[in-house]
């Protein structure tokens, strides 16, 4: 089983709508990850948590995104107004002590 | 700038066969950690293998090793007695361990077929 939990595993919104999708990192990590994976192409990175700070995004997610960590245990990413750009599979992981990347298994997301 | 490259897009071998992928990176970087990921059909991506840059020797697990060879920034995959369920889309990924934060850049994926 996967040490990164995500929820929901789909989900489906309308344009102009607000979604958010979960993350539960494996216990300790304190590295979590975002990424986008359109139409099973190359992962993108979206942005980075360091025990609970945002420590790396990219513009896209500053301008349209919102996402935090308030707690080792729980994060979330948010899209404030879904755009049907924004339909992908988003993949949240975490790093352990070792350097060793978990990835769960993924929302994905669609907007019609 | 960090850079993973994949130039193949699709490999299709028969079961019970050895298949290589390749993988070039660009990194300025004196130390990062390189990474093959494979992603099942249901989107799930699974870690298969590391190389820390610092190792001369070759990571192997299982029937999936690694072809390092870092004066040419090359790290390529290979699966020994390929299996049926071995197809998958396979990702090449790097981490720098001082410059460029500490997320994945990945490379496009090499698609696998395995067949009967």
């Known amino acids: 089983d996967a040490a990164v939990t995500q929820k929901p595993r789909y989900l489906i919104k309308m344009k102009g709508q607000e979604a958010e999708m979960k993350c539960i990192p494996e216990?300790?990590?304190?590295?979590v990850f975002w990424y986008q994976q359109k139409q099973s192409k190359e992962l993108k990175f979206l942005i980075y948590?360091?025990?609970?700070?945002?420590?790396?995004q990219i513009d896209m997610v500053k301008e349209r995104f919102s996402a935090v960590c308030p707690s080792s245990s729980l994060c979330s990413l948010g899209i404030r107004t879904c755009e049907a750009e924004d339909s992908a599979l988003y993949l949240c992981?975490?790093?352990?002590?070792?350097?060793?990347?978990?990835f769960g298994k993924g929302t994905r997301l669609t907007v019609v | 700038a960090q850079k993973v490259t994949q130039t193949q897009t699709s490999i299709s071998v028969v079961e019970k066969t050895t298949v290589t992928m390749d993988c070039v990176y660009e990194?300025?970087?004196?130390?990062?950690?390189l990474f093959w990921y494979k992603q099942t059909a249901s989107g799930e991506i699974v870690f298969l293998i590391r190389?820390?840059?610092?190792?001369?020797e070759n990571a192997t697990v299982g029937h999936y090793s690694l072809n390092f060879q870092k004066p040419k920034s090359s790290i390529g995959l290979i699966i020994t007695a390929t299996q049926i369920e071995d197809s998958a889309v396979y990702f090449c990924?790097?981490?720098?361990?001082?410059?460029?934060?500490?997320?994945?850049?990945f490379g496009t994926g090499t698609t696998v077929s395995v067949s009967p």
């Open positions: 992981s975490s790093i352990d002590r070792e350097e060793e990347v978990f």
């Open positions: 216990k300790g990590h304190t590295a």
């Open positions: 948590f360091q025990n609970q700070q945002p420590l790396d």
């Open positions: 990194t300025r970087d004196s130390s990062y950690f």
């Open positions: 190389q820390d840059s610092y190792k001369k």
């Open positions: 990924a790097m981490r720098e361990l001082y410059q460029g934060g500490r997320a994945l850049i």
